[in-house]
Each structure stands twice: as C-alpha cells, then as structure tokens.
C-alpha cells in the first residue's frame, strides 16, 4: 500500500485532535454566530521540500546516514495526492438514525441524520436526498427543503449534500465505529402546522437507501403566512483510512551532547527520533514511506486559574508534515531501534517559554496513535522599545483592571503563543453591555500588541510592525445587517465608510470601531480621519455572501 499518498490525512489528524481534546459537542464559533444572526465577523488570527535528486548527492548522503547510524532528514513534505474513490454503497447497507435539538437561541430545531454502513467494505454517497414529511398532519403546513452552499453560505440547488468540492463523495462510517463520524445536519424553522405525534421524516438517498424516521420534536411556529423551512448542510464524512498499523514505538532524544532540546526562533530545531520494532516479527516499510508530524508547543504560565484538564497548557505554534526518509531502512528486526534526523522550522512568532515538541506517525482509526513528547526550551524574539500604551493610551497599567469574562480569557491564553502574556494592569473594559458592540474589552501584551475582545469580533494588533493606523473589518449574514468593526490607534480622530456609493459615518469611541448598515450593503472603503487631519483610504475587498474580508 502506497502510505506516501496522503489523501484524508488532514481530515484524518483533525479528527483525532478532536476526540483527543475531548471537545465533543463544542459548536464551531463562526457556525454559532450566523445560527444567531449575528454573521461570520472577523477573528484575525490563524495558524501559519527540498528532495534530493541528484544521484551522487542522495548517495553522499546515504554514506553519511551509513557512517553515523543515523538516517539523514529527506525535508520532503507530504505531497497531496488524487482522493480515493469509494463504492455506492448498497442500499440494503445503510443504516439511518434521526435526532433533534431545540435551539437555544430560536424556536427552531438542530437535526442530524446519523448514516451508517453496514455492510463489509467501504462505501460513500454522492449526490442530493429527497426530504418530505409522511404521517398525519404532514400536509397541513407547507414545507421548504433546501440544500446548503459550502462555498456562499446559503441554500442553493447547484450544491450537494453528499459530496466536498475537493472528491464529491461522502464516506460513511461503519458499523463498529461512532454513529457521528458521518452525519447530514439540517436546521427546521417555524413549524405552524398541527402539533402530531405521528409525523415522520421520509428520507431518500441517492443510492436508493430509504427511510421513515419519527419525528420526537417540532419547531415553533415563528410566521404562518411562511412555509415551514428546512435547509440542509453539507454532510460530514468519516475520516479515511490511513492503512495499515505501525509495530513501531518512537523516543525523540536528546540533542547530541545530551544536552536539552532548544528550539530557537530563526533557526530549525535539529533532532532525533528512535523508532523500535514493538513486534514480535520483521517489519519492512515497503513500497513507500509514511507521513509524519511534528509540532512544538508553547506552555502557558501556571498562574492561570482555568482547569488544565479543560484547557491544556500549550499553545501550538510551529508544525510540518514530512515523508520519513525510510527508502534506506529495510527490515527492521523485533526489538531493532532505527534512528532519524528530524528538523522542524521556529516560528517568528515564538517568545521566551517552555515547550513540548511532539512527532506524530498517523495510524487508522481505532488503533492508538503512535506518537512521543519531549520538553523544549523554545527561545524567542528580542522584546523592543515598542509598547502597546504608545498607541492606546487607555490601556496604560494602572489599578482600574477589570476581570475579563471566560471567551476573552480564552482568546487571551490561545494568542499567547504569538503575542505573549498579558501585562498586569492593562484588562480594560472599553464599551458597556448596553452600547454598540459592546461589551468591549481590550488588554495590552508583553509583545507589544494591545488585543480587543467584542460582541462581533476578536484579535490583536501587531505591535511596532503593524503599518495602518487601524485594523477594521466588514462582515456580514444571511439574515443579519453588514457590520463595520475593528480597533483604531488614538491617531485615528473619526471614521466613516464607502456605504453603496455614499460616505456615512461610523462609531469609533474608546478604539472600538463600529457600525451597522442594512443588509446586503456594499462597503467600498473605510476612511480614516487622522489627529494632523490628513485621510487614510483604505480600500475593501470583494465581498462574498457570508465572509469576512479584513481592512489592514
């Protein structure tokens, strides 16, 4: 089997992170906020080969890997492959469970259709399923079922349920595994028809599969005059089999000299990684090599108050994901140990702290990872001259701190890692519950960066290297106003918007950047009116239904 390829890999990890994490059951933030009709507004913070072929210098390298017992590192990222193409899978082979939601929020229901495969081999769905309401009372409201758009956000016939942009196929989940793996959610609104016991959703696959599942719960009923409205997500596959297991168990080991890992910023962490024959037979990689990660991860102060079974103190900050330079290896005897060179890039966002580094090698789902840890001691950039007070005066330390509520506290411990701790003194309150966008809160940082947390948005200044004077963002729903907010430095004396061709004014009190226009208006540019009276246009971006395009 070919294990280079890495076709689900990502899917794969991200799943296993998850469970691992023990989130089940957290809603995607962004997914919450346009249920609630507030719009996906901006979070401005995201995570951010070199193959050998000439032929006397793959072999100087393999007498160099021969002569030290240490295999060299390839460098060789994982390369994406062609998805696998699955199966239809029988009708008489899948299973379906219904389960329903009230909203917290709304009067409408969350719904999810858990899709089993029965039968002995791997299968996916392709294609749209056709919704209707069976049982008494079922024609005595009108119902609309649509189809959700992965790419705009909103309902269109062009789009389907079963199937991604990127291999048009959903994978099904077997029997053995969760019944979540792989589900088709949907959202139900305003139910004004009779209140039955004996409703039923009638559910028919593309594949032929279909199914008669009792409905438990009903939504409100939110506008007679409107038909009931059902509208369908796209569904979640079950991650993809990464092949066979590993009887490997890896020991990443101390530098050279026995020294302690240091991971500096600039330069790559050079280590090494022992992977021994667990088995009680041969193993030979074969054909091809495996895909393995690697990350390092920065640990949080202890002073913290949260449950660190709850939230872990690391705060991931540089990873890669290479092909294992194996080509070499051979047989690997029972209790034979293998040794790699590994390298793994510093972020130019590392600071100062203590750290784990991991190395990951990908196996199947429900096997265990195989996996191993080591601490580091990560060393960062130089702090500067620059701080966060020269340009938010409001946030300079003093006794009038507030305590930031959970999310923001959250938000906080997540971009240390890039921005550092929080300097005493500085959590502020900017904007009350009861004004626009707020509350507002905002704190300064080690780094030099002053971070804002708000009723629409989230994120951080950056510091002495952060060239406009403001950083603001327009975002928008499928039902909610187009929203205009960010944070301003004190040299931004007043803002207003390019709103369908006309200059309109925009509220900026305390650094906090915010308005509302009606929905579907067009935000051209943001200008900005600074303390000298000179003007900074800042142009936007096309906008897409349901994004979020930031103004920097």
């Known amino acids: 089997m070919k294990r280079q390829k890495t076709d689900g890999l990502d899917r794969q990890l991200s799943y296993r992170f998850k469970r691992a994490l023990g989130d089940d059951g957290c809603a995607d933030w962004l997914d919450v906020r346009e249920r609630a009709g507030m719009g996906r ?87 749209q399923p056709k919704v209707s309401l ?154 091809s090599c495996p895909v393995y990660q690697q990350m390092a991860s920065l640990q949080r102060p202890d002073d913290h108050s949260h449950d660190s079974a709850k939230y872990p103190l690391v705060d991931t900050f540089t990873w890669g994901q290479y092909v294992l330079n194996c080509g070499s290896v051979g047989v690997v005897e029972p209790g034979e140990t293998v040794t790699f060179a590994m390298e793994l890039p510093a972020s130019k966002d590392a600071r100062d702290a203590k750290g784990e580094l991991f190395w990951l090698l990908p196996t199947p789902v429900p096997a265990p990872w195989i996996w191993a840890q ?26 009038r701190e507030v305590v930031l509520p959970d999310m923001a506290q959250d938000m906080a411990l997540s971009l240390e890692g890039r921005y550092g701790p929080i300097v005493p003194g500085t959590r502020k309150l900017l904007l009350g519950k009861d004004e626009p966008n707020g509350p507002a809160y905002a704190w300064a940082t080690e780094s030099g960066s002053a971070c804002f947390f708000t009723k629409t948005e989230g994120g951080c200044d950056e510091g002495a290297t952060q060239i406009k004077p403001a950083q603001v963002g327009v975002g928008w729903g499928s039902v909610s106003p187009t929203v205009v907010s960010g944070e301003a430095r004190d040299q931004v004396k007043r803002v207003d918007a390019i709103v369908n061709g006309k200059l309109l004014p925009v509220n900026l009190k305390n650094n906090i950047v915010y308005a509302e226009f009606p929905n579907g208006s067009t935000v051209s540019y943001i200008v900005l009116t600074m303390d000298d009276g000179s003007k900074v246009k800042i142009k936007q971006g096309a906008q897409n239904f349901g994004g979020t395009v930031p103004l920097r």
């Open 134 to 287: 069976t049982g008494l009372g079922a024609d005595s409201a009108r119902l609309a079922v649509e189809m959700f758009s992965p790419v705009a956000n909103r309902p269109g016939p062009a789009y389907s349920v079963f199937g991604s942009a990127k291999d048009g196929q959903t994978l099904l989940g077997r029997a053995s595994e969760p019944p979540n793996d792989s589900t088709a959610s949907f959202g139900w609104e305003n139910w004004c028809g009779r209140d039955s016991t004996e409703l039923a959703l009638r559910i028919e696959l593309p594949n032929g599969s279909k199914f008669t599942l009792p409905v438990t719960k009903l939504p409100g009923c939110d506008n007679s005059a409107k038909p009931s409205r059902i509208v369908f997500g796209r569904a979640n596959g079950a991650p993809p089999p990464l092949g066979p297991n590993f009887p490997l168990r890896p020991k990443i080991l101390a530098g050279e000299d026995g020294q302690p890992l240091v991971l500096e910023q600039g330069n790559a962490l050079h280590y090494r990684v022992a992977l021994t024959n667990t088995s009680s037979s041969p193993y030979s990689f074969g054909d």
């Open 41 to 127: 507004t901006l979070w401005r913070w995201s995570q951010r080969r070199v193959l050998l072929v000439a032929g006397g210098l793959v072999l100087a390298v393999g007498a160099a890997g021969a002569s030290t017992g240490i295999i060299p590192w390839l460098g060789e990222a994982a390369k994406p492959a062609p998805p696998t193409i699955y199966p239809i899978c029988k009708a008489a082979n899948v299973q379906a469970q219904l389960s329903l939601h009230r909203n917290h929020n709304s009067s409408g229901l969350s719904g999810s259709i858990a899709l089993i495969n029965t039968g002995g081999k791997l299968c996916a769905l392709e294609g």
């Open 374 to 399: 080591a601490p580091i001691t990560v060393v960062g950039k130089t702090p500067g001259n620059y701080s966060a007070f020269d340009s938010y005066s409001i946030l300079t330390p003093d006794a």
